[in-house]
């Protein structure tokens, strides 16, 4: 199998646990960075001692490029995406996909339409504790499902939202705690329970100045008619590790900053639980957390690169968990439920 040539547009915080996966990854390379800023893509240059351009159509022209990483903010996903599908690129996305769907479905539609596979960061899909629920869940090992939560009650400090031009913005961030933070386990959420049929939320900013919101609740009707209920925000100091919570006819389990903590089914002896050392939980710190599964993610999807196979995340699966938040925030601004697919006016 050929090495794989990458290229990663943005240069913040996140673009260093990339950088870590892709070093070891055998059929893997780094050989371009991108920033907005030249100040940013000569400091990226010198860290990481590879090409880094401050022009998008330069950097799309580097004759190696095969695979482009957008690690930008949130709301400037699309543009990034278009011009490098456009190119020919491959493109695998940080969460979220986008903050609206009208962005999002720009992307996929790009994506399909240039023949380049399109991928989206969701990490912990890749854990083996969320993969022995996810594989037990569908065996029905659980029975009919009845109720999922999801709850990321985090804590980030002032200093987070001041130090970044773009996080806690609307255009930026497209919201906040839900959009941010809680995405990730939304999305799990929604891989094991099924698609939603409607949310009544209530979202507001309670700590941090900040134009989205720090704090919200959600209940949430599940198409096979499980309820769910859904809680965000960073705000509840210090911070506590986000929850999945899955109780089926059978039986429940709990999957704790990523480690499976309870494992019950009706009728079988109790599992040993076997922590999955390569979790982590940004309850307090969002860079508390290693590189092991977005190295896994990058392994899945060279893989699916390389021998034209199926995207796990791909952009469509992506897109629900945007979809999702979007109906929290329009429930929350009507006070009424929200039923969904619902057109998303952003």
Not at 208 to 218: N, R, T, V, Y
Not at 266 to 290: F, V, Y
Request: net charge negative.
């Amino acid at each position: 199998m050929r090495k794989l040539k990458i290229g990663i547009i943005g240069t913040g915080a996140i673009t260093g646990k990339h950088a870590d996966a892709i070093s070891e990854i055998e059929n893997a390379e780094l050989v371009a960075l991108c920033s907005s800023s030249s100040e940013r893509a000569k400091a990226a240059q010198e860290k990481f001692g590879i090409d880094a351009y401050s022009d998008l159509a330069a950097f799309l022209t580097h004759p190696e490029l095969d695979i482009v990483c957008i690690c930008t903010a949130s709301g400037h996903h699309m543009e990034a995406g278009l011009l490098a599908a456009k190119a020919g690129k491959h493109l695998l996305i940080e969460k979220p996909i986008e903050i609206n769907l009208a962005r999002a479905d720009q992307l996929i539609d790009a994506c399909e339409e240039n023949g380049v596979k399109l991928g989206v960061i969701f990490q912990n899909r890749f854990s083996a504790d969320y993969l022995k629920l996810r594989a037990a869940v569908r065996e029905g090992k659980f029975g009919k499902l009845l109720m999922g939560n999801a709850h990321v009650n985090w804590y980030r400090a002032p200093e987070y939202y001041s130090n970044s031009p773009w996080k806690g913005t609307l255009e930026g961030d497209g919201g906040g705690a839900f959009m941010n933070q809680g995405i990730h386990t939304f999305d799990l959420l929604l891989d094991i329970m099924g698609d939603v049929k409607s949310v009544f939320a209530k979202v507001k900013t309670s700590l941090h100045p900040i134009e989205g919101e720090d704090l919200g609740a959600a209940l949430v009707t599940f198409e096979n008619k499980a309820l769910g209920n859904i809680t965000a925000s960073t705000a509840l100091y210090p911070g506590l590790p986000e929850r999945l919570e899955i109780f089926g006819k059978n039986g429940s389990a709990v999957l704790e900053a990523g480690k499976l903590i309870q494992w019950s089914i009706q009728g079988e002896e109790p599992e040993p639980i076997i922590a999955d050392t390569n979790a982590g939980s940004g309850a307090a710190d969002p860079m508390a957390i290693g590189h092991a599964l977005h190295k896994a993610q990058w392994e899945h999807y060279l893989n699916a690169v390389a021998k034209n196979e199926p995207v796990m995340v791909e952009g469509k699966m992506a897109r629900k968990s945007v979809e999702l938040i979007r109906a929290i925030y329009k429930s929350s601004e009507l006070e009424k439920e929200v039923e969904l697919p619902f057109i998303d006016h952003a």
